[in-house]
C-alpha cells in the first residue's frame, strides 16, 4: 500500500522511495491532500516525537525532513491546484549577528510538514527586516532563533521593533535556540518557546488553535 510505504520511507529518511512511492500513489488516484496529510505530515511528527524522546538524532532528522522534500516537490503544484489551505503563515529568520541557521531550518521543515506555509528570511536578520517582512507576508506567526548568548538581544529588539510598528497584536511570536529558555521568553515578551523542533511544530498549532 503506497501510503504506508511513503510513511515509512520518509519515517527511514529514504527520499529517493518517497518520491518514487509518491507518484506511484498519485498513478494510483491517491489525491495530493490525502498523501501529504495521511503519509508525509504523520511521519514527520512521528519523526518529532521520536527526536523528543531521544530515539533520533539531528541528522536523521535532517535525512527525513529532505525524504518529504522529495515528496513534497512532487505534491505542492497539485496541493496549490486543489487550493489545500494551508494551517497558517509563518515567517522564521535567525535573528541579527547570528549566522546559526541548522536548527532553523529543522524547525521551518517540521513546520512545512505540519501544513504551515514558510516564508525563511535566512540568518542575521536584522528587526528592520522582520518587520518589513510582516507587513509584506501578513504572518501568523513569527519564528525567531538565536543560537548565540550574544544574539539572544535581537529578540527582544525584533520585539520593540514589532511593537513600534503597531505589528504586535497582529502576530504570534515564537522563540527558540539552544541558550533560549521559557523564562527569557517570557520576560522579552514571547508568545511561546519550543526547545526542538519537534515541539515548536505542536507548539504553532496550539498557539494559532489549528489542532
Ligand atoms: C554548527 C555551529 C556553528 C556553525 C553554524 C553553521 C550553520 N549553518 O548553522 C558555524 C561554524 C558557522 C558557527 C559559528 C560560530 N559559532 Co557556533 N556552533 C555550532 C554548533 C556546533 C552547533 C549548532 C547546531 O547547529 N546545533 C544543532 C541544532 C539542530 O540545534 P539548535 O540550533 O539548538 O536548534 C534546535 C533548538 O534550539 C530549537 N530551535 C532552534 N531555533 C529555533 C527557533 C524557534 C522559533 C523554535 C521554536 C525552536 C528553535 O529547535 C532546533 C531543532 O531541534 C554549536 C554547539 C552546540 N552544540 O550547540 C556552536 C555554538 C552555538 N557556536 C558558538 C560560537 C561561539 C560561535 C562563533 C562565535 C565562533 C567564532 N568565534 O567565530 C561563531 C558565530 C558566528 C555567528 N555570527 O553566528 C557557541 C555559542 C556560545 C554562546 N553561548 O554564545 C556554541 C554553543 C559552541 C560553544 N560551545 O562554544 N557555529
Do not use: W
Not at 525524504?67 to 516537490?73: C, G, K, N, T
Not at 535581537?154 to 511570536?173: D, Y
Not at 515578551?189 to 505542536?202: K, L, N, Y
Amino acid at each position: 500500500m503506497s501510503l504506508e510505504t511513503i510513511y515509512e520511507a520518509v519515517l527511514k529518511g529514504d527520499a529517493k522511495t518517497a518520491a518514487a512511492e509518491t507518484q506511484a500513489a498519485l498513478d494510483e488516484g491517491i489525491s495530493a491532500p490525502d498523501i501529504l496529510h495521511q503519509a508525509c505530515i504523520p511521519a514527520m511528527a512521528e519523526v518529532g516525537r521520536l527526536f523528543e524522546i531521544g530515539e533520533k538524532f539531528v541528522p536523521e532528522m535532517l535525512i527525513a525532513a529532505r525524504a518529504m522534500q522529495q515528496s513534497l516537490v512532487i505534491l505542492k503544484p497539485l496541493l496549490v491546484e486543489a487550493d489545500v489551505k494551508t494551517v497558517g503563515k509563518v515567517v522564521v529568520g535567525t535573528v541579527a549577528g547570528d549566522l546559526h541557521d541548522i536548527g532553523k531550518n529543522l524547525v521551518a521543515m517540521m513546520l512545512e510538514g505540519a501544513g504551515f506555509e514558510i516564508v525563511d528570511l535566512g540568518t542575521d536578520v536584522s528587526p528592520e527586516k522582520f518587520v518589513a517582512a510582516v507587513q509584506e507576508h501578513e504572518p501568523d506567526l513569527v519564528g525567531m532563533s538565536a543560537l548565540l548568548t550574544t544574539t539572544m538581544v535581537s529578540i527582544g529588539k525584533t520585539l520593540e521593533a514589532l511593537t513600534e510598528a503597531g505589528l504586535r497584536e497582529k502576530v504570534k511570536v515564537m522563540v527558540g535556540g539552544a541558550p533560549i529558555t521559557q523564562d527569557f521568553a517570557d520576560k522579552v515578551g514571547a508568545d511561546g518557546f519550543a526547545p526542538d523542533a519537534g515541539s515548536a511544530s505542536r507548539m504553532a498549532k496550539a498557539m494559532l488553535g489549528v489542532g
